[in-house]
């Protein structure tokens, strides 16, 4: 059984960074996509980032640039880095797997994802 947990969720101005991670365990099996979400209340579950098991990323058009999805296999861990946060980031932030599927160039909508962590909040002030 595959179990998700995510931290590193926080208050930060805007401008500022925070890095979330998401330690997974259980094993997920090849090939397989792991993403970032982010859901405000009353609006579906969006798309953040994703990354493939073979490395190819993905991201919504509003992050690119200002944030990096990246993994260490040896730790399980899931990271997103995110730079130049903005008020419209405000969120809480979900990470997600999917096994036996891979990430295409753009990200995998949430219903692909079988396996979720319980969220970590981001708030950014502006």
């Known amino acids: 059984q595959v179990q998700l947990l995510e931290s590193g969720g926080g208050s930060v101005q805007a401008e500022g960074s925070l890095r979330l991670s998401c330690a997974a365990s259980?094993?997920?099996?090849?090939?397989?996509?792991m993403g970032w979400f982010r859901q405000v209340p009353g609006k579906e579950r969006e798309g953040v980032a994703a990354?493939?098991?073979?490395?190819?990323?993905s991201y919504a058009d509003s992050v690119k640039g200002r944030f990096t999805i990246s993994k260490d296999s040896a730790k399980n861990t899931l990271y997103l880095q995110m730079n130049t946060l903005k008020a419209e980031d405000t969120a809480m932030y979900f990470c997600?797997?999917?096994?036996?599927?891979?990430?295409?160039?753009?990200?995998?909508?949430?219903?692909?994802?079988?396996?979720w962590g319980q969220g970590t909040q981001v708030t950014v002030s502006s």
């Open positions: 259980g094993y997920i099996n090849e090939p397989n996509c």
């Open positions: 990354i493939a098991s073979d490395g190819r990323t």
């Open positions: 997600a797997a999917a096994p036996f599927r891979t990430c295409s160039s753009v990200v995998p909508g949430f219903r692909a994802f079988p396996y």
